[in-house]
């Protein structure tokens, strides 16, 4: 009995440490991949995290579960993270801006350094339009318009564009107030219907741009807008200040190197397949992909930006 019951121990310590170092060693992922995208269904964010889902699989060799936390504008499931288990099992999908520049205008569960960054993908056709009647080429020409001590109006949609303008306006010295609106739309139609001076969108005026009916005076991003080569951006008109919104991959602080690697490998495969590209394409986004090293770098950068021109506001 004695003997029987030694031989038993002997055996499951043997199976302990053939199962140990097989545990250790195995490679990530031995398991599915959660995708937590921080908005609702349908939405932009949302589209291209399932659009993606496939080549992510693949590249990963486990099924991507896509599920949706929306929330606090993005920054509950941003919150939620902080909590999750360092192990790469777990990414969440949001806006760049919800780390970039949420965290220095209210009070959030989380900095932007709380975060591995893994990807982000296009970027929203951030821009100021106006009808064509009034006669401005680009944004230079609206600010040449103010200096004459006109008040100039415009359809806001989000603290970010009032940011920018109240900085722009503060550095020309002159006087541009923001109209608040419901969204990109109600926006849209208060710069078709003449309410306003100009306005801020996201990407809904596209339609209406490339029609003739609204103009780009300037884009918010690093680069020109897709489509709207003439337009310059902020940057370039010498302004110091941007936006660049894109759709952000992060993870929890300090996951294994190696899980780290894999996933952006992951997401820089995924950004090159026809079928995300085509639903940037479809949103206006263009095809920009950035993984790694080079999304931490942009993200920092561009919270380093917001947090200045806050500041100085």
């Known amino acids: 009995m004695t003997y029987m019951k030694s031989s038993l121990l002997g055996v499951a310590a043997a199976a302990a440490l053939l ?3 097989l545990s250790a060693n195995a490679e990530f992922p031995e398991n599915p991949v959660t995708v937590v995208v921080a908005y609702g269904a349908g939405g932009g964010v949302d589209t291209i995290s399932r659009a993606a889902s496939d080549a992510l699989s693949e590249s ?3 099924p991507i579960v896509v599920q949706n936390r929306p929330g606090a504008g993005g920054g509950l499931a941003v919150t939620a993270l902080k ?3 360092a192990d790469g099992y777990t990414v969440v999908g949001t806006t760049s801006t919800t780390l970039t520049f949420d965290p220095h205008a209210k009070e959030t569960g989380f900095t932007v350094d709380d975060f591995e960054y893994i990807a982000a993908f296009g970027v929203f056709p951030e821009a100021l ?3 064509p009647s009034r006669g401005w080429k680009t944004f230079a020409d609206t600010i040449a318009e103010a200096k004459t001590g006109k008040t100039l109006t415009y359809a806001s949609t989000t603290s970010i564009d009032r940011v920018v303008l109240a900085s722009i306006a503060k550095r020309e010295g002159v006087t541009i107030k ?3 609106t419901k969204g990109g739309a109600e926006a849209v139609a208060q710069a ?4 306003v001076d100009f306005a801020y969108s996201s990407g809904t005026y596209y339609a209406q741009a490339q029609a003739g009916n609204l103009h780009v005076l300037a884009g918010l991003g690093d680069s020109r807008i897709v489509g709207f080569p003439d337009a310059p951006t902020l940057t ?3 302004y110091d200040t941007s936006s660049v919104n894109m759709i952000l991959y992060l993870a929890p602080k300090g996951i294994p190197a190696a899980a780290r690697d894999k996933l952006v490998a992951a997401f820089k495969a995924a950004g090159k397949s026809e079928k995300l590209l085509a639903v940037l394409k479809k949103r206006n986004m263009g095809s920009t992909v950035l993984v790694g090293d080079e ?3 942009a993200i920092h950068a561009q919270s380093k930006a917001f947090k200045a021109a806050l500041s100085s506001n």
């Open 83 to 85: 909590a999750e288990k």
């Open 295 to 297: 999304i931490t770098k």
């Open 192 to 195: 078709l219907g003449g309410h």
């Open 60 to 62: 990963l060799g486990q």
């Open 19 to 21: 199962a140990a170092p």
């Open 178 to 180: 923001p109209v608040p």
């Open 236 to 238: 370039e008109l010498g």
């Open 129 to 131: 339009v106006a009808l």
